[in-house]
């Protein structure tokens, strides 16, 4: 059954308009484009569902999420507590993201029994999952021009060759671990507290005594322009401070310690912690000492390395800081970048309008300059934007020499496993880096030239790599937990050499969950629409279509018609360059083809129509080299897939 209700005030759209999601243009190849993505083989066994940001002809916006089970579109408006109101304005069948419980799942013993209950196998189907802020996650994506024109969620299992995989919406791969410790919080528990990763830096802004600003929440208005005082701590915080976490009682912290985990499983970090009381102590300790959020923490959708971890370290959206996934297309320039691929030097592609919590540190305390200010470090971690020390920026504080030796003290730590058995290069290496990590964060804390940084934000990935490659459930996975662990111990121990341990502020947490993938499948969701003959930019789970701008123009004789031919997608000026040499096939119902120009230099054509015909009979086919084909009426109706019709019979 199909429902629609009615919808008052304006909806809120894209924050940037500069090409994202489906306008009328792209009617058809995205409607194509979902339905191949659904209905396909391929498609079918693997594909949850398809999101999108469409716009209609009056320009109003609305959000889309498709799935073999049903649909749902949603708006946003403005919110009078802050931030944004979501409102579903239609459904057909199921909803499919309906489900947004974020506490589902949050065990072990729960993720196992929604699935086979074997760790290697336990591939988990839609109907048990949930999807928490869906409508809030899902509609951030399109703030950013960087954004596609589809969005593909995997099913949980079917994302690639590797064992263990993340990138979804789903509970599973969007939950992160999130622990404070230290002053100012409390300690000996585990609390109920909904959480995104977004909350982080406004929580370690409000324990470290920031001020508030007149800076922009989640809607990308400044607290002026919303008519209330200064009520942000970062330029740019779409996050809440976790309150539920804080306890005035128990002091002030001096300096914070982020601690990442990265693609760390909470439920099997939970399982540790309540079944191998030996196993994990510095962990444990951290943990025991401070304040645990029993079912996680929510992270950024595309739940992936490089656009989390600059979520976490920005307090805003991917949508808003401009990295929306390791690779993504930019349509005024057509070209692909990939600051994942990259690895260094990737501060350049965060939007300058949000403040990372270096920036803002430095904003409230100064930066170094040999007598005063604060040093800050982003130990091999992919948020480096002002930081004074970021190694992934080839910014490094420190003598070379001392960081070798720092680095041979600790290299008999590193299990051979790694290099035996992990799959990919980069992984093999990674107890090497993780190492080589570890004796930066050591040397910046023992170095007495300078202050010990007031924040630091270090990236551990060994548990990433190895749950990758064997699987988040394994033993090998386990075993890579218990390496960083003793990682961890050397910086406790250099803290409390230095008399900081006390003062230091603890948040561990990882940018991502993981689940268990079905390998045999090679599944690779997003590829299908270009790998079936469509024309598009693919970077997983991203859908970029090549389309055109079709203008028909019936001049007053009613016997003649010019066609205009555009990119659908400007250049960086703001126009749309035309396409020449595309071909315009006019046809009726009676007779077939009536007409075949070729668009010229300008990407203009004139149409010649036979004085037995009326323009209300005619189709034009539009196709051009590179580009998904047009199919209109003269009247410049888009003929396209009524999706709900051919998914759901209505």
Known sequence: MTTVESVTLDPIGPERPGGQGLDHNQEESGNLAIHKLLTT??????????????????????????????????????????????????????????RQDHRALATLSEELAAGSGDPETNFVEP??????????????LFDSPNAPDLVVNPKSYC?????????????????????????????GAFI??????????????????????????????TSSERGVSPDVYLARQDGRVLNEVLDPAAGEPERVYLVLLDGQSHTELLHRLETEPGAIPN???????????RHGSITNFPS???????????????????????????????????????????ARFLNPVVETLFEAFHRVY?????????????????????????????????????????????????????????????????GQIDNRALAQARQLLLDRSHPAPIFTY??????????????????????????????????????????????????ITTDHGMAQQAVSLKANPARIPQRDGMEAVTTEPLVYLRDIEVAIVVQADGRTAQVTVLDNDATPSGEKPPVSAAEILVSDHRDGKVARVLTDSSGVAGISIPADLEPADLRIRVHAQGFNSRHMLMDSTNLALDLRQVLYGR
């Not at 959000?63 to 239609?90: F, I, K, Q």
């Not at 109920?192 to 208005?221: K, N, W, Y």
């Not at 930019?330 to 690895?343: A, C, F, I, K, M």
Request: proline residues 5%; aromatic residues 8%; hydrophobic residues 35%.
């Open 458 to 507: 270090h990236e551990f990935a060994q548990p990433d790599s190895s749950a990758h490659d064997y699987g988040p459930h394994h033993e090998g996975a386990r075993a890579a937990l218990d390496e960083t662990d003793v990682r961890i111990g050397h910086l406790l121990r250099t803290l409390e050499g230095r008399g900081l341990f006390e003062s230091t502020l603890f948040v």
């Open 192 to 221: 109920e507290c909904p959480s995104r990763q977004i909350d982080i830096a406004p929580t370690v802004a409000r324990l470290m005594g920031f001020p508030l600003i007149d800076g922009c929440d989640l809607t990308g208005r």
């Open 127 to 140: 109907d048990k999952l949930t999807y928490p802020w869906a409508y809030e996650r899902l509609s951030q």
């Open 304 to 346: 992936i390395t490089w656009p989390s971890h600059n979520a976490i370290g920005t307090g805003s959206w991917s949508g808003h800081h401009d990295i929306v996934n390791p690779s993504y297309y930019l349509r005024e320039t057509r070209e692909t970048v990939s600051p994942q691929g990259q690895q260094f030097d990737t």
């Open 283 to 293: 962990l444990r300790r951290l943990i025991t000492a401070g304040v645990m959020l």
């Open 159 to 187: 994302y690639g060759r590797q064992p263990g995989q993340h990138g979804a919406l789903d509970v599973i791969q969007s939950r992160s671990p999130l622990i404070f410790s230290g002053p100012g919080v409390k300690a």
């Open 366 to 430: 100064g930066e170094w300059d040999g007598a005063s200010g604060v040093v800050t470090a982003s130990v091999n971690e992919p948020c480096t934007r002002g930081a004074g020390h970021a190694s992934l920026e080839r910014r490094l504080i420190g003598d070379r020499g001392e960081l070798i030796m720092l680095t041979k003290e600790t290299e008999h730590e590193i299990s051979p496993r790694w290099f035996n058995e992990l799959e990919e290069q980069g992984h093999r290496l990674q």
């Open 41 to 98: 083989d391929d498609g079918r066994a693997w594909t949850d569902f398809v999101a999108t940001a469409r716009q209609s002809r009056d320009g109003s916006w609305s959000y889309e999420a498709w799935a073999l089970r049903g649909m749902v579109r949603w708006v946003r408006r403005y919110s009078e507590a802050g931030g944004y109101d979501y409102e579903v304005v239609e459904t057909a069948g199921e909803n499919p993201i309906e």
